[in-house]
């Protein structure tokens, strides 16, 4: 069976800090990934996600990156932090084809505070 | 914009007593939609996903239909383990990926 991991569970970084989560999937080939964040009292906004390695498609202009060097790791990052960076950080991945790809599993989540 | 919206934010149920959660969608292209249960601190756990109008999916107390329109999460008789945030997203196609528009949650307490 499949298992998605992020790590770490939390964190707490100063403003300015860089940032580096990690997604790891396991169970399954080609995946497609994404990356989430949930804020309080909102819906989940789509952040990146990526159909191969190297292959990384931006939704919202923001102060965050990512990056997929391995076929079933996600990595999200930023050189700077913000306040409006904290929040809860969902990774998720699908099947790579068919019906089935329309069906997101997510991760644990990490919860990030910047102060 | 694709758009989905949860009502009501929140439902407070007496143990056994059943309701139904409602979801509003407008995606372009709708290839899904989906429900997950998210529990505190956690990430969302899937449900179901419901391809076409008319469609229904059962799991032991929860039940859910898709319209045109709108998609609903039946809860039978629930238990105080059914207490989470239930989350619904309309599933879009965008350059090769799967997108989810969700909506902010109905948050269900089930009391004793």
């Known amino acids: 069976s499949q298992t998605i991991h992020q790590w770490p569970a939390t964190l707490v970084q100063p403003v300015g800090s860089p940032l580096s989560l990690e997604c790891t999937v396991e169970g399954t080939s080609n995946p497609n990934l994404y990356w989430y964040r949930q804020a309080a009292g909102r819906g989940l906004q789509l952040l990146f996600y990526?159909?191969?390695?190297?292959?990384i498609s931006s939704e919202v202009p923001q102060n965050l990156s990512a990056s997929r060097p391995q076929d079933r790791q996600f990595i999200l990052s930023s050189k700077k932090l913000l306040l409006s960076d904290s929040g809860f950080y969902l990774c998720?991945?699908?099947?790579?084809?068919?019906?089935?790809?329309?069906?997101?599993?997510f991760g644990p989540g990490t919860r990030l505070l910047v102060l | 914009e694709d758009q989905v919206t949860q009502s009501p934010e929140a439902l407070r149920l007496q143990e056994g007593e059943s309701s139904s959660l409602n979801c509003s969608y407008t995606?372009?292209?709708?290839?899904?939609l989906f429900w997950y249960r998210q529990d505190p601190g956690k990430g969302p756990e899937f449900l179901f996903t419901?391809?076409?109008a008319g469609e229904e999916k059962e799991k032991e107390r929860l039940k859910a239909t898709l319209t045109k329109k709108e998609s609903f999460l039946h809860i039978t008789a629930p238990k105080p383990e059914d207490s989470a945030t239930y989350l619904c997203?309309?599933?879009?196609?965008?350059?090769?990926?799967?997108?989810?528009?969700f909506g902010t949650g109905t948050q269900l307490k089930v009391e004793l």
């Open positions: 990526s159909v191969g390695i190297g292959q």
């Open positions: 998720a991945w699908s099947p790579a084809s068919g019906r089935a790809s329309e069906t997101q599993y």
């Open positions: 419901l391809y076409s």
């Open positions: 995606v372009s292209g709708l290839r899904g």
């Open positions: 997203a309309g599933g879009g196609l965008t350059g090769g990926g799967n997108k989810l528009t």
